[in-house]
């Protein structure tokens, strides 16, 4: 089987869309959240949707067949708050390892199960390590700009768990997501570096900032060409952009890294901008019609959804991804 560097240079992958969006039309209670293991837990846990790999593996093993089946070359593993920090405010902190490990399974069964049907179209897991509730650069205390809720060292810690527990599970790639501080991100990647070197292999590895608003830089400050060039000090497979904002409005910013990247560049934005009531009402052929414009622009070697995205979505980005040649990666 190709590797996927080698893939990258030949054609558009495709990442798969939300995992939130798709758990939350299962209208699942309480009960389902808890299953047998943790039907006496002394805290509610709906709303912990990385737990239900645990406790609803089904579930999660069918949102990523969903998936498969319209054409995802990637699937992401459900573990985007899987960290020791994440699971802190459920007071699940002991699960964190096994989340990751568990949720790297249910995605790996699926990938290979969708590999065997398509042996010229194989497909990858990429554990899903979100950017956590805190922040290493900002005080959330504006009376104490000097007060931080986590520091280096404990970010650190946290993501060498959660990476070490994808590993085990057998992931492809590490996807570092969402990302909103830079430092954060630093963590994360100086976590990976420890874990390769223990190891004694090294996984390729994904990272995607989000921009938080119409400013077009990071909640921490930093533009998208200065969070790019902060952790171009580790070779990428691939650098990008995800969530906050729909197509539409993602685009410039993908054109600024798009021109400096000696990486892939991979983009899934939201499905347009939330309405009043936080829901995402851009159709799946509204969506597509927006993200063309990336790929018209060679400005794409990976394209996937993020929030308010379903099966629908990707399946009409698999299409437009056959229509188009990947940006060209000027240094691998």
Same mark, same amino acid.
């Given at each position: 089987m190709k590797k996927i560097d080698e893939i990258l240079k030949e054609r558009i992958l495709v990442l798969d869309g939300a *995992?939130?969006? *798709?758990?939350?039309?299962?209208?699942? @209670?309480?009960?389902? #959240?808890?299953?047998?293991? #943790?039907?006496?837990?002394?805290?509610?846990?709906?709303?912990?949707?990385?737990?239900?790999?645990? &406790?609803?593996? !089904?579930?999660?093993?069918?949102?990523h067949e969903e998936y498969l089946a319209v054409g995802a070359d990637i699937i992401e593993t459900n573990t985007f708050s899987s960290t020791t920090i @994440? *699971? $802190?405010?459920?007071?699940?902190?002991k699960v964190a390892y096994e989340l990751n490990v568990k949720s790297a399974r249910i995605a790996r069964e699926a990938a290979d199960k969708y590999t065997a049907l398509t042996p010229k179209k194989p497909r990858f897991v990429a554990g899903s390590i979100?950017? &956590?509730?805190? &922040? $290493?650069? *900002?005080?959330? !205390?504006?009376?104490?700009?000097? #007060?931080?809720?986590?520091?280096?060292?404990?970010?650190? &810690?946290?993501?060498?768990?959660?990476?070490?527990?994808?590993?085990? @599970?057998?992931?492809?790639?590490?996807?570092?997501?969402?990302? #909103?501080?830079?430092l954060n991100a630093k963590a994360a990647l100086f976590a990976c570096e420890e874990v390769f070197e223990e190891i004694g292999f090294k996984l390729p590895i994904m990272i995607s900032g989000t921009i938080t608003d119409a400013s077009g830089r990071l909640l921490s400050g930093q533009t998208p060409e200065a969070f790019l060039i902060s952790v171009n000090h580790i070779p990428l497979l691939s650098f990008g952009l995800n969530c906050a904002l729909g197509a539409a409005e993602m685009e410039p910013y993908l054109q600024q890294v798009s021109r400096i990247s000696n990486s892939a560049i991979c983009a899934y934005p939201n499905a347009g901008l939330p309405n009043a009531f936080g829901e995402y009402d851009q159709s799946a052929n509204e969506f597509s019609e927006e993200v063309e414009s990336f790929l018209e622009l060679g400005l794409i070697n990976i394209i996937g959804g993020c929030c308010g995205t379903k099966p629908q979505h990707i399946k009409l980005l698999s299409e437009l991804a056959e229509k188009y040649k990947p940006r060209n990666i000027t240094a691998w």
């Open positions: *995992m939130g969006t *798709m758990i939350q039309k299962y209208k699942l @209670g309480e009960a389902d #959240f808890r299953g047998d293991r #943790f039907k006496d837990f002394h805290l509610d846990l709906k709303g912990n949707n990385d737990l239900l790999s645990i &406790t609803r593996p !089904d579930i999660i093993g069918a949102i @994440g *699971m $802190a405010d459920y007071e699940l902190e979100g950017p &956590t509730n805190r &922040t $290493a650069s *900002m005080s959330p !205390d504006v009376n104490s700009p000097a #007060f931080r809720a986590i520091n280096f060292d404990q970010l650190r &810690t946290a993501y060498k768990e959660q990476i070490e527990g994808l590993i085990e @599970g057998g992931v492809d790639l590490l996807l570092i997501e969402t990302i #909103f501080d830079t």
